[in-house]
């Protein structure tokens, strides 16, 4: 079992910075991808970012490539979302996903079924 906490979710302007932070605990003894995740009131959840253990491959979405960075620190089993320019369509709920059974989650980082672990979500909120 690997446990997810993310943190760094509020209220910010339009434009603002914001950055997100989720610790994985637990059986965390291998290598494994991590990602994030977002949902929107009424909308389906939809991929963000994503990272491999060794944080060399990072993937985005379109919606937010340019403007948001994901990070991670192996040693203390961290991974970050630095959002900037943040748009009032970038509020929603944030997720954080692990990947910790294989490398599958790579060739298709966007699909939900592929990561094995969700944390319970931080809120960001954006105000035009």
């Known amino acids: 079992q690997v446990q997810l906490v993310e943190s760094g979710g509020r209220l910010v302007q339009a434009g603002d910075s914001l950055r997100l932070s989720c610790v994985a605990s637990?059986?965390?003894?291998?290598?494994?991808?991590m990602g994030w995740f977002r949902q929107a009131p009424g909308k389906e959840r939809e991929f963000v970012a994503a990272?491999?253990?060794?944080?060399?491959?990072?993937y985005y979405a379109d919606s937010v490539k340019a403007r948001f960075t994901i990070s991670r620190e192996k040693a203390e089993n961290t991974v970050y979302l630095q959002m900037n320019s943040l748009k009032p369509e970038d509020t929603a709920g944030y997720y954080c996903?692990?990947?910790?059974?294989?490398?599958?989650?790579?060739?298709?980082?966007?699909?939900?079924?592929?990561?094995?672990?969700w944390g319970q979500g931080t809120q960001v909120t954006v105000s035009s």
């Open positions: 996903a692990a990947a910790v059974y294989g490398p599958s989650w790579t060739t298709s980082p966007y699909q939900e079924r592929l990561w094995d672990y």
């Open positions: 990272i491999t253990w060794n944080g060399e491959t990072s």
């Open positions: 637990g059986r965390t003894g291998g290598s494994f991808g």
